[in-house]
């Protein structure tokens, strides 16, 4: 079946826009991740949703962050203000009902996000 | 507190060679989970295996085998017969059950080169 997409691949944007990453999970899970990839800090967990729920949002590393799930499905992050530190790639990963947090998260090929 | 350590920021090895990668954790859990992911140089992390506190069982998939020792807090992952397209960047992380968002909490990775 299909994997985790994201969209866009790739984004170029002048410090100060606002962006907004998308991301369509495995079909029937319902947890859902975002994490950073960047040189300096390597992989950060950002935020997680249980179906539409973020239980914790401590992860968001500015209140320029915000993300939100819609229908348990798609999750769009958004950026605003960026800043050249926002720079990075975005990956959005997937997993069963994770109860005790043992199911594998299944990872998209990520938004790499670039700030001028 | 919870940590991933991966000692080896790279390594670089001939093709046929076995090659081992040294993962230690910290975690005051009694139950969480462990994982390796391989991002090979197009960027998608791949999931290759997860384990649980409770089994220090070895396991060997193919050329892959992973060594789980509690008593040194290490979960590390050889490949035996190297081969070119083992090149990528393999990362160890840990799940915790007492954490309800059930994020991974990964290493810095370790960056495997297999020349010809």
């Known amino acids: 079946g299909a994997g985790v997409s994201q969209s866009p691949s790739n984004k170029v944007t002048e410090k100060g826009k606002d962006v907004e990453l998308r991301c369509d999970p495995i079909?029937?899970?319902?947890?859902l991740y975002w994490y950073r990839q960047s040189l300096g800090q390597g992989l950060e967990f950002l935020i997680y949703f249980q179906g539409n729920s973020a239980p914790d949002k401590s992860g968001l590393p500015s209140d320029r962050f915000s993300a939100e799930r819609t229908g348990g499905s798609v999750s769009t992050l958004t950026i605003q203000r960026t800043q050249q530190e926002d720079s990075a790639v975005y990956l959005c990963?997937?997993?069963?009902?994770?109860?005790?947090?043992?199911?594998?998260?299944?990872f998209g090929d990520g938004t790499r996000l670039s700030i001028l | 507190a919870q940590k991933v350590t991966q000692a080896q920021t790279e390594i670089s090895v001939v093709e046929k060679e076995d090659v081992t990668l040294d993962c230690v954790y910290e975690t005051r859990d009694t139950t969480y989970y462990l994982f390796w992911y391989k991002q090979p140089p197009s960027g998608e992390l791949v999931f290759l295996i997860r384990r649980n506190s409770f089994d220090e069982q070895n396991e060997i998939s193919g050329r892959y085998s992973w060594n789980f020792q509690k008593s040194t807090s290490s979960f590390n992952f050889t490949i035996t017969a190297s081969q070119v397209v083992d090149s990528a960047v393999y990362f160890c992380a840990l799940s915790e059950a007492g954490r309800s968002q059930g994020n991974l909490i990964f290493g810095k990775g370790t960056k495997l080169s297999v020349k010809p």
């Open positions: 079909s029937g899970h319902t947890a």
């Open positions: 990963a997937s997993s069963d009902f994770h109860g005790t947090g043992n199911q594998p998260q299944h």
